[in-house]
């Protein structure tokens, strides 16, 4: 019974974390400028990630592997946040900014 539930808890983990992938790609995808965007991508997937090594961590049995997961996991963060930052700063310096937005008047 705690085999099948751990079963169970690592799918839910796994569907859950590629959703949030999903969203996030969505995200990228629909948002208007790209602070927006940045933000929707990496909270996204920051969390999608967290969720689907959590997942992964369910099903292996050995504290190597677990421990690997999340040495992963822990360097995926400070990259995705050093990535946002420095696209929001180039942004910001180089004035790309789109308007896309359909409640902003044109200028």
Known sequence: MNEIAL????????????????????????????????????????????????????????????LKLLLIWLLALPASATTCHLLARHTLRSEHRTRVSTWQEPQ
């Open 7 to 66: 079963q169970w808890l690592s799918a839910f983990s796994l569907f859950l974390g590629v959703s949030f992938f999903f969203a996030g790609t969505v995200g990228l995808l629909r948002f208007p400028d790209t602070y927006t965007r940045i933000h929707a991508l990496t909270k996204a997937d920051n969390l999608g990630l967290g969720l689907v090594i959590f997942g992964l961590m369910l099903q292996t049995e050995s504290w190597a592997v677990i």
